[in-house]
């Protein structure tokens, strides 16, 4: 009896001894802590790219890579398709690569964003033209004509007519009327210029089948613009809205060269317009191309074409390239390298003034351009915009989310393009 219990009495002080070690070897700090995965940040992607139809490639190439040009993520989708993904990565900023290739010009067409954040993005389609112009309404229509009667009778050349949302798409001419046929639109306006006598009519129809009296007519403003006289001025566009600003019942009221005036730069109505766009292209004999977007209250007189004074390309080689920014900083810049098969167009802050384009996309291992030769891409392009109130930042989340840039328009914008 007493021998098993000094063997229990034994166990069990074993059994503390063991405890005890065990204990004090596996205190908490003495383990190698691992930070959980929810400690790694994510970066939502929601992202379409809808060029729509006519390519012999129905699919592109989605390349995401860090700054240090760490490739996070390399994916190929439908154009038709929306992306939908969340990437582990604690970078704020990230680079955004598409490419694809275009049967119809025999060309790989690659664009990078460099340090973007594509969370607030949805859209990678360049929206284009509708941040700049008010896009066409979509509703029904039916067949409208005016009958214009008692028109002018000192005019040479075509009269010009134009209705919301629609030019019109027959014209007659008579000695003493004109017939408009055109898409009607509910509450919509029409305008009919006579060019060379600067004389118009802005009409709201009230039916299908209408008259309207053109003895009494208004005047309209002819002016020349101020401009740098090395410019010459390729095209006019400017666009108004009469007694609302709701842009989707725009009228084109000036478009060149389509109307034939040759009296001023511009001819418009000064009356019952709220708001203008006016979008004026220029170039000079030196291969360079500008571009002036203005939403305003009043056509501006002033066109503020830069020119290349405003900056000094140092080095422009495809693994070597810098510039400096002499005047107003743009809110990005785009540099655009070629050869016969691709286009590669890279769009950076203007705080980053130094890239090798060629290091760039050999580091992306791209799937699509595995198998064609970049060592010879050469500088094709070099091109700055300025929008107003707007950085590299804010204006790339404005441009690629449409939910931006349909609650309003850009105030103003210039481009500036040099060809080489």
């Given amino acids: 009896m007493k021998i098993a219990k000094l063997l229990l009495s ?7 001894i063991f405890l005890f070690s065990c204990s ?26 809808p060029l729509g139809t006519g390519f012999s490639s129905t699919m592109f190439e989605l390349i995401i890579s860090t700054k240090s040009d760490s490739v996070l993520l390399d994916t190929s989708i439908n154009f038709t398709d929306t992306l939908l993904t969340k990437i582990r990565t604690n970078e704020k900023l990230v680079n955004v690569t598409t490419i694809y290739y275009n049967g119809n010009f025999l060309t790989y067409y690659v664009n990078t964003y460099k340090a973007v954040n594509p969370s607030e993005w949805n859209q990678l389609i360049q929206a284009g033209n509708g941040i700049y112009f008010p896009l066409p309404h979509q509703s029904s229509f039916t067949q409208g004509s005016i009958h214009y009667i008692n028109t002018p009778t000192n005019y040479s050349g075509y009269p010009y007519f134009y209705a919301s949302y629609s030019s019109g798409y027959h014209s007659t001419l008579a000695a003493d009327y004109v017939d408009e046929g055109y898409d009607k639109y509910p ?33 309209a403003v002819s002016m020349n613009f101020t401009k740098s006289a ?49 979008h004026v292209n220029g170039q000079n004999n030196n291969n360079c191309y500008v571009d002036y977007t203005a939403y305003a209250d009043s ?32 809110s990005y810049y785009r540099t655009t390298w070629a050869n016969s098969q691709i286009s590669f167009n890279i769009y950076t802050s203007p705080d ?20 064609l030769d970049i060592t010879n891409l050469s500088l094709s392009q070099f091109w700055f915009e300025n929008a107003t109130n707007m950085n590299y930042s804010t204006f790339f989340k404005y441009y690629f989310n449409r939910d931006e840039n349909k609650k309003r328009p850009l105030h103003s914008t210039t481009t500036f393009e040099k060809t080489f």
């Fill in 10 to 16: 034994t166990i069990i002080f074993l059994f503390f």
């Fill in 24 to 49: 004090k070897k596996d205190q908490p700090h003495s383990i190698p802590l691992i930070p959980p995965i929810d400690s790694i940040g994510a970066m939502n992607i929601n992202l379409s790219y």
């Fill in 187 to 219: 509450n919509a306006y029409t305008y009919l210029l006579f060019p060379s006598t600067g004389l118009y009519k802005l009409y709201s129809p009230t039916k299908d089948l209408d008259t309207v009296d053109l003895s009494h007519m208004d005047t």
């Fill in 352 to 371: 980053s003034t130094h890239l090798q384009p060629y290091n760039f996309l050999r580091s992306l291992h791209s799937q699509i351009l595995k198998n």
């Fill in 230 to 278: 090395q410019y010459n001025i390729s095209s006019v566009n400017l666009y108004g809205t009469p007694d609302t600003t709701d842009f989707t019942k725009f009228l084109l009221l000036y478009s060149s060269p389509v109307i034939n005036y040759h009296g001023a730069d511009i001819e418009y109505p000064h009356q019952s317009i709220q708001q203008f766009v006016l």
């Fill in 299 to 330: 056509v501006p007189l002033s066109l503020p074409f830069p020119d290349e004074s405003y900056y000094a390309i140092l080095n422009n080689q495809n693994n070597n390239f810098s510039v400096e920014f002499l005047n107003t900083m743009p």
